[in-house]
Nanobody
Framework: QVQLVESGGGLVQPGGSLRLSCAAS????????MGWYRQAPGKQRELVAV?????????NYADSVKGRFTISRDNAKNTVYLQMNTLKPEDTAVYYC?????????WGQGTQVTVSS
């Protein structure tokens, strides 16, 4: 059974930082592409950042988070991280972890991030 469990969300002031974690089980984690997506109220889910597997660890980011967010992975811990700095109110959303390999795609339950003063 595949499980992706996100943690690290919460309430933070504008300009603050948070680090999200996603612990995976039930998959060969190191070969999966891992991604973070977010969905704000009334909006479609959008890609935030992605990191490839198989030893390459190439990354890609949405333009809106480039230079502020960093995605990384620890294959020994089956965990992917999203370091979020200089947070803005428009970053407020539910953040979801995704694992993908060819046609296989799995989602976590999401963690709420609220940026507000």
């Amino acid at each position: 059974q595949v499980q992706l469990v996100e943690s690290g969300g919460g309430l933070v002031q504008p300009g603050g930082s948070l680090r999200l974690s996603c612990a995976a089980s039930g998959i060969n984690f190191s070969i999966y592409t891992m991604g973070w997506y977010r969905q704000a109220p009334g909006k479609q889910r959008e890609l935030v950042a992605v990191i490839t597997g198989g030893g390459s660890s190439s990354t890609n980011y949405a333009d809106s988070v480039k230079g502020r967010f960093t995605i990384s992975r620890d294959n020994a811990k089956n965990t992917v991280y999203l370091q979020m700095n200089t947070l803005k109110p428009e970053d407020t959303a539910v953040y979801y972890c995704n694992s993908r390999l060819f046609s296989r795609s799995y989602w976590g339950q999401g963690t709420q991030v609220t940026v507000s003063s």
